[in-house]
């Protein structure tokens, strides 16, 4: 049957209108020929279907290269890539993009420093040490966490993190780095606390049985063994977490304020490729002007920054893998 | 615990057991520390915004006097979007999910565009809205209109109902298709008349899902273009819209005293909205997925 299912043909069903046995009888089925061609129609849809992530992709590279390349006619692409002026938007343009990617790191940077630690030594609670009960408690609550809309998080980073910040630190900005950094971390701590947590548990049980018949502690256990078996899955998730702090928009756009500059004040303003982005899109900025093609020539540099990113991860995973048979 | 040779193994069992209560604890305090932030950020949404949610605040138009204002345009724009983004998405995501498990022959054309699913999941919402604007409001002449945005929600949830779907459609048993074809149904037949209403459950679950994260994804519709202020109803898909997140964006970004309550008020509603999805789904979890065991 299996052989069947994997040729796409099915000899039973084609029995019942050739049986040789009962010529007479008039079948109630529809011709066969007439059922080949449906079940050929379906196939072909069904492919189209799955193409449609293809001609997405696709889309996605024609559109942002295309816009680009234009761009690039009027400003060499080394000014863009090297220049530290990005003032697009004012009556003298510079098109340096580096302040935008020195925001974007930035803000990359404080939420890694929040989800890495925290989501890791969650993923450890979860795997190592939480009864079966407490971690089917506290499961469903990361996916709250994981679910709540990126606006929501500008609202609390704007409205609540940023105040707080104002009260220890009185130089703080109304729009800065720092609140919005702490918030987009607590946004991709479920991610990193679910992916590493998947590489965890699937470090086997017997080498953890091994180390604790050693005399280790589950400490001992857990920081000697079991993380470090597991360090693949877990670089994985931290790249990614990098990819989606990299790609996050709205919280930056709300908490982070709008001012392209390069440095590493974390209390004040800066300006991320997305939040860029956004500040562009609300505008009405006609087609065909070099304000409109800085949208795609950013989005081009940010779609390339993740991709890159994500095919690292999943190398990764795939290269050190540990495979324990 | 490494030892040299000549020097005598100390097993200091207290000082290795203090060392492990205290990592322990830090273990507990991290992961508590998630769900604080959680509990901190209700709080303080509903403290702020539970007062401006009442019948007004639902049915008004937005405007300039915080007091007048409301999400009426948003929660409808939200709804229609909700809509056209299911109609688009949920055929093509359960046919390219059919087509990947049940259909597609083991070539590299059928591995290239499982990378390529996979790799689409990862793309920044925000380059989404860039492909929305180059291709369906610029290109296909669509304007910022709703189907414009359905289109370009509906590719960026493709993957994640996609993947889901498949996952169910792999957990219906090879036995369920081959008592089909014993029948004699043909291979069409046999999918969706035994494959599809056995995995239904879990596809509709995981396009339920799907789509209560299109309800909460602001950051490509604004890049297409649509619109913070709208006094209207929309009433057909080439209308002008406006989504509940892009209206509560525009009332945080407002400096003027009380829109940062109203923004408030509308994440309430958001909240309640995607609750509702939530529920929606969990319930179809449990009342539709058949167990084959």
Redesign the interface.
């Known amino acids: 049957?299996?052989g069947?299912?994997?040729t796409?043909?099915?000899p039973?069903?084609q029995d019942?209108n050739s049986s040789p046995g009962a010529p007479e009888v008039r079948s109630q089925?529809a011709p066969r020929r007439r059922?080949a061609f449906?079940?050929r129609g379906?196939?072909g849809?069904?492919?189209?279907?799955?193409?449609?992530?293809?001609l997405?992709?696709a889309?996605?590279i024609f559109?942002?290269l295309?816009?680009t390349l234009a761009f690039f006619q009027d400003v060499p692409i080394v000014d863009f890539l090297t220049g530290t002026r990005w003032t697009p938007l004012f009556v003298s343009q510079s098109f340096g993009v580096l302040p935008l990617v020195n925001g974007t790191l930035v803000v990359a940077l404080v939420a890694i420093v929040v989800a890495v630690?925290?989501g890791l030594?969650?993923a450890?609670?979860?795997s190592?040490?939480?009864p079966a009960r407490v971690r089917a408690a506290?499961k469903p609550?990361?996916e709250?966490?994981a679910?709540?809309?990126?606006?929501?998080?500008?609202?609390?980073a704007?409205?609540?993190v940023t105040p707080i910040l104002r009260d220890i630190f009185p130089q703080t900005q109304v729009f800065n780095v720092l609140s919005a950094g702490i918030v987009m971390g607590?946004m991709i701590?479920?991610m990193m606390?679910s992916i590493s947590e998947d590489a965890l548990r699937v470090v086997p049980r017997t080498l953890r049985e091994g180390a604790f018949a050693?005399?280790?502690?589950?400490?001992?256990v857990?920081?000697?063994v079991v993380v470090p078996a597991a360090l693949s899955g877990i670089l994985a998730a931290i790249i990614?977490s990098v990819?989606r702090a990299?790609?996050?928009?709205?919280i930056v756009?709300?908490a982070a304020g709008q001012q392209p500059k390069v440095g590493f004040d974390l209390l004040s303003s800066m300006e991320t490729m997305?939040a860029y982005?956004?500040q562009v899109?609300?505008g009405?900025t006609p087609?065909d002007t070099i304000e409109y093609r800085t949208?795609?020539a950013v989005?081009t540099l940010?779609?390339l920054m993740?991709?890159v990113m994500?095919?690292l991860s999943?190398w990764i995973v795939r290269r050190y893998r540990e495979v324990y048979e | 615990?490494r030892q040299e040779t000549g020097t005598r193994w100390r097993?200091r069992i207290r000082q290795?057991?203090a060392?492990?209560r205290g990592?322990?604890a830090?273990?507990?305090?991290?992961?508590l520390?998630?769900?604080a932030?959680?509990v901190?950020?209700l709080v303080?949404?509903f403290g702020?915004g539970a007062a401006q949610v009442d019948g007004h605040f639902l049915t008004s138009y937005p405007s300039r006097f915080p007091e007048d204002a409301g999400l009426r345009s948003a929660l409808l724009g939200t709804l229609w979007l909700l809509v056209l983004t299911a109609v688009i998405a949920f055929?093509?995501?359960?046919?390219?999910a059919?087509?990947?498990e049940?259909?597609?022959?083991d070539t590299w054309l059928t591995r290239?565009?499982q990378l390529?699913?996979?790799?689409?999941a990862?793309?920044?919402?925000?380059?989404?809205?860039?492909?929305g604007?180059?291709?369906f409001v610029?290109w296909f002449a669509l304007g910022r209109s709703l189907i414009a945005g359905a289109m370009t929600m509906a590719?960026l949830i493709?993957?994640l109902i996609?993947v889901a779907s498949r996952e169910a459609i792999r957990a219906v048993p090879?036995g369920q298709?081959?008592a089909s074809?014993?029948l004699?149904?043909?291979?069409?037949q046999?999918v969706f008349r035994t494959v599809l209403p056995a995995a239904g459950g879990g596809i509709l679950t995981g396009t339920i899902l799907a789509l209560?994260?299109a309800?909460?994804?602001?950051?490509p519709l604004?890049?297409?273009?649509a619109l913070?202020y709208i006094a209207f109803d929309p009433s057909g898909p080439m209308d002008l819209f406006t989504v509940l997140?892009i209206q509560?964006?525009n009332w945080?970004?407002l400096p003027q005293e009380g829109f940062?309550e109203l923004?408030?008020g509308g994440?309430v509603i958001?909240?309640i909205v995607?609750l509702l999805a939530?529920s929606i789904a969990l319930f179809v979890r449990f009342r539709l997925q058949r167990r084959f065991d």
Not at chain 1, 214 to 220: K, N, V
Not at chain 1, 246 to 250: H, K, L, N, R, S
Not at chain 2, 122 to 129: E, I, K, N, Q, R
Request: hydrophobic share 55%; aromatic share 10%; proline share 4%.
């Open positions: 049957m299996l069947a299912r994997l796409g043909r099915n039973v069903a019942v089925f059922r449906i079940e379906i196939h849809v069904l492919f189209i279907c799955a193409a449609v992530s293809i997405t992709t889309g996605i559109t942002l295309g816009e630690p925290i030594m969650s450890i609670f979860l190592e040490y939480a506290i609550v990361l709250v966490l679910g709540i809309p990126t606006v929501v998080y500008g609202y609390f704007l409205l609540f607590f701590l479920p606390a050693l005399g280790a502690t589950r400490f001992q857990t920081v000697r990614l990819s990299i790609g996050e928009t709205m756009s709300i997305t982005i956004v899109s609300l009405d087609q949208l795609f989005g940010l779609f993740t991709f994500n095919i999943d | 615990m097993p290795r057991k060392i492990g990592f322990a830090l273990t507990i305090v991290s992961t520390l998630g769900i932030m959680l901190a950020l303080d949404v702020d055929p093509l995501g359960v046919g390219a059919i087509y990947l049940e259909y597609a022959p290239f565009i390529n699913i996979a790799n689409l990862g793309v920044p919402s925000v380059v989404y809205g860039l492909l604007l180059g291709l610029r590719l493709l993957p996609i090879d298709r081959e074809y014993a004699g149904a043909t291979k069409w046999t209560a994260r309800i909460g994804e602001t950051a604004i890049t297409i273009g913070t997140p509560i964006f945080v970004s940062s923004a408030a994440i958001l909240l995607l939530n």
